[in-house]
T-cell receptor, first 113, second 115 residues
Framework: KQEVTQIPAALSVPEGENLVLNCSFT??????LQWFRQDPGKGLTSLLL?????REQTSGRLNASLDKSSGRSTLYIAASQPGDSATYLC????????????FGQGTTLQVKP | EAQVTQNPRYLITVTGKKLTVTCSQN?????MSWYRQDPGLGLRQIYY???????DKGDVPEGYKVSRKEKRNFPLILESPSPNQTSLYFC??????????????FGSGTQLSVL
């Protein structure tokens, strides 16, 4: 059974730092891996989606990488800003049943001015 | 405006009283799904629907029912709610899944308390 883990659970950094959020998964038979952002009291917003055949995806200051063989993905945030403060979740869609989506528990990021 | 609309936003009910949480999307998406979010457990998928009249179980389907009679609506039904179903619920939709156009759009959530 696929398990998705995000470490650390919480992270606090000063404004301007570059940072990396980690996501690991146990079953490498995935179709894609997705990163989401969740602000307090709100729904999730899709940030990046990496297909299993891809190594990375970029959007603005965000860069997500995927190493399927080692079961790892990272979300790199460049030049962090207080507005980046939120919970970041990764999720994996399996290749055998594409309807299912398995989420990690999330990393809560605080960027201090 | 393209959106996924859930209602109600907050709901307090008692054990055993049937309830329905509605979810509607205006983007003509084929895929819709329900999740619950609990502290320390992250989001867990309850049910999903690949298209009209096609539904399937996620990881935690016990105690829930869904229907997909039309493309835009995907209601979540709790026939006999219990306190362990107290949670924050999210509905989401996507044009498709396992495809190049996949992108999930989430509703704002429904906070359910079962007393």
């Amino acid at each position: 059974k696929q398990e998705v883990t995000q470490i650390p659970a919480a992270l606090s950094v000063p404004e301007g730092e570059n940072l990396v959020l980690n996501c690991s998964f146990t079953d490498s038979a995935i179709y894609n891996l997705q990163w989401f952002r969740q602000d307090p009291g709100k729904g999730l917003t899709s940030l990046l989606l990496i297909q299993s055949s891809q190594r990375e995806q970029t959007s603005g200051r965000l860069n997500a990488s995927l190493d399927k063989s080692s079961g790892r993905s990272t979300l790199y945030i460049a030049a962090s800003q207080p507005g980046d403060s939120a919970t970041y979740l990764c999720a994996v869609r399996g290749s055998s049943n594409t309807g299912k989506l398995i989420f990690g528990q999330g990393t809560t990021l605080q960027v201090k001015p | 405006e393209a959106q996924v609309t859930q209602n109600p936003r907050y709901l307090i009910t008692v054990t055993g009283k049937k309830l329905t949480v509605t979810c509607s999307q205006n983007m003509n998406h084929e895929y819709m799904s329900w999740y619950r979010q609990d502290p320390g457990l992250g989001l867990r998928q309850i049910y999903y629907s690949m298209n009209v009249e096609v539904t399937d179980k996620g990881d935690v389907p016990e105690g829930y029912k869904v229907s997909r009679k039309e493309k835009r609506n995907f209601p979540l039904i709790l026939e006999s709610p219990s306190p362990n179903q107290t949670s924050l619920y999210f509905c989401a939709s996507s044009p498709c899944v396992g495809c190049s156009k996949e992108k999930l759009f989430f509703g704002s959530g429904t906070q359910l308390s079962v007393l």
